[in-house]
């Protein structure tokens, strides 16, 4: 047991809890892993049992709303009931669930990854903090299917047939430099897809720093924090927003 993993509790309420994720910290572990292995999950059922009690969209997966990449740290809603998480994913359908992250970039790259399509959208550096909305299908790709790849609506046909038949999109905007010298962006979403802002910085030319995955330059850490959650109360149906320091 890893004694250096602690458990952050931004908000909590009866219907759900909020926590912050640590990076290198799987959200839920996989149908076949062992129990004694640390998730996320794991960690706030110690003090919340109640939230392996919810059947969510896998029994194993507990009450875990929606989930982050293993290197990306941030915000998780959690539900305690069973009816909160009910409410919680029919709030998620109908894209009523904003999640907001801020992503670092050290330099721009022109998309040389195999798979990529033309990007048909503005550079999200050159927009002075404008707002970009970068929109796309995506479709798995690469040995054991372990990235992804945007597709557009002029994609081959061979490859529209291979796309999630989705539509999905990242807000991105330039916020300036940290003191370190990167390039800080804000992104925003409601219905999300594994690695989208991932790729579609990607895409965009601003790989995100520490994802050598997609052509990021190498840093001890994925520069990808989940830093607010935006959404209906599963209860009173009152919009709340809640936000953590970047």
């Not at 047991?1 to 640590?22: G, H, I, S």
């Not at 996320?40 to 990449?69: A, F, M, Q, T």
């Not at 999905?168 to 999300?192: H, I, P």
Request: aromatic letters at 10%; charged letters at 20%.
């Amino acid at each position: 047991m890893n004694d250096a993993l602690t458990l952050t509790v931004v908000y909590e309420d009866p219907a759900f809890l909020v926590v912050d994720k640590q990076a290198d910290l799987p959200t839920v572990p996989l149908k076949d892993d062992p129990p004694e292995k640390q998730t996320l999950l794991s960690l706030v059922s110690r003090n919340y049992p109640e939230v392996l009690s919810v059947c969510g969209k896998n029994i194993w997966e507990g009450g875990v709303l929606h989930r982050l990449d293993t290197a990306t740290s941030g915000l998780v809603v959690v539900a305690r009931t069973k009816d909160a998480y009910a409410s919680l994913q029919s709030i998620q359908k109908a894209d009523l669930f904003w999640k907001e992250y801020t992503a670092l970039s050290s330099s721009f790259k022109e998309p040389e990854l195999p798979g990529f399509p033309a990007y048909p959208y503005e550079n999200p550096y050159v927009c002075g903090g404008k707002e970009v909305t970068i929109g796309s299908l995506f479709r798995r790709y690469g040995e054991n299917r372990r990235e992804v790849r945007p597709v557009s609506t002029d994609s081959p046909r061979s490859v529209l047939d291979k796309s999630t038949g989705t539509w999905y999109t990242t807000k991105v905007c330039y916020s300036g430099k940290t003191q370190e010298g990167a390039n800080q962006f804000t992104c925003r979403l409601s219905s999300g897809f594994r690695h989208q802002v991932r790729s579609h910085l990607a895409w965009s030319g601003w790989p995100l720093d520490g994802d050598v995955v997609y052509a990021g330059i190498e840093a001890p850490n994925l520069a990808l924090r989940s830093v607010a959650v935006r959404f209906l109360h599963p209860t009173t149906q009152q919009q709340i927003e809640i936000r953590i320091d970047q």
